[in-house]
Nanobody
Framework: QVPLVESGGGLVQAGGSLRLSCAAS????????MGWFRQAPGKEREFLAA????????YYADSVKGRFTIARDNAKITVYLQMTGLKPEDTAVYYC????????????????WGQGTQVTVSS
C-alpha cells in the first residue's frame, strides 16, 4: 500500500488558487505530524506547512504564511494544502510527508514521502 499519494497539481495563472490533496494509508496517517514541501528545479527542498493529528496545530514557512492553508480530515485520512495568491515563483513539485512530530518536518526531514505533484504558475 502506497503510504502517501498527492493530487491536485496543475497549471494556474498568477493570482489563482489550487488545492492539493494527500491521501494517506492508515498506518502512515497514524504519524502525529503531516506536512507539505516543495522543490523547484535547481533548488533545495523547502518546508511549507505542517499540521498535528491530535490537536490540528499548524506551522507555516514565512514564504507561504497568509497564502497557503494546511488542513486535515481525519475521517478521510487526507491532508490538504489550499494555495491562494499563487505566484510564478511557487512553481515546483509539491510533496506530502509524514513524521512523528512537526519539528522533524520543520527541519526538512520526514519518515514517509509522497511521489509529488507538479504545480506550475504562469505569469
Amino acid at each position: 500500500q502506497v503510504p502517501l499519494v498527492e493530487s491536485g497539481g496543475g497549471l494556474v495563472q498568477a493570482g489563482g488558487s489550487l488545492r492539493l490533496s494527500c491521501a494517506a494509508s492508515g498506518r502512515t496517517y497514524r504519524n502525529e505530524a503531516m506536512g507539505w514541501f516543495r522543490q523547484a528545479p535547481g533548488k533545495e527542498r523547502e518546508f511549507l506547512a505542517a499540521i498535528t493529528r491530535t490537536f490540528g496545530d499548524t506551522y507555516y514557512a514565512d514564504s507561504v504564511k497568509g497564502r497557503f492553508t494546511i488542513a486535515r480530515d481525519n475521517a478521510k485520512i487526507t491532508v490538504y494544502l489550499q494555495m491562494t495568491g499563487l505566484k510564478p515563483e511557487d512553481t515546483a513539485v509539491y510533496y506530502c510527508a509524514a513524521a512523528p512530530d512537526t519539528m522533524r518536518l520543520r527541519r526538512n526531514f520526514a519518515d514517509h514521502w509522497g511521489q509529488g505533484t507538479q504545480v506550475t504558475v504562469s505569469s
